[in-house]
Nanobody, 130 residues
């Protein structure tokens, strides 16, 4: 099983970027799959997760209204469209997945946490310049 991220890079403040996670070796439609990000020295935080089984979606408060997650079952990819990027969005973005055929389950106070996800990509750098 493998998750491979692509599409990262450097963008100016206010710009847009789309990053993609390509999954292989999974029963894709049983996955909760999406994105975490991490700044050096900080904990990895959930950005956006989508349930392939019921379509439910999680967004962190910091990205709501700016980021959109989508997935394509035929291609086994998950995209994260990031608009109005801010300097504080600079991070390494990781694709993560877990088998969760019943939908998304997470604490409302904490959101999805990394320990719940069994599969990870290597990460991709997104840098927003001012």
């Amino acid at each position: 099983v493998q998750l491979v991220e692509s599409g990262g890079g450097l963008v100016q403040k206010g710009g847009s970027l789309r990053i993609t996670c390509t999954a292989s070796g999974f029963t894709f439609d049983d996955l909760a799959i999406g994105w975490f990000r991490q700044v050096s020295g900080n904990e990895r935080e959930a950005v956006s997760i989508i349930s392939r089984s019921d379509g439910s979606v999680y967004y962190s408060d910091s990205v709501k209204g700016r980021f959109t997650i989508s997935s394509d079952g035929a291609e086994k990819v998950v995209h994260l469209q990031m608009n109005n990027l801010q300097v504080e969005d600079t991070a390494v973005y990781y694709c993560a997945a877990e088998y969760s055929p019943g939908g998304l389950y997470y604490s409302r106070s904490r959101g999805p946490v990394p320990e719940e996800f069994d599969f990870w990509g290597r990460g991709i750098q997104v840098t927003v310049s001012s």
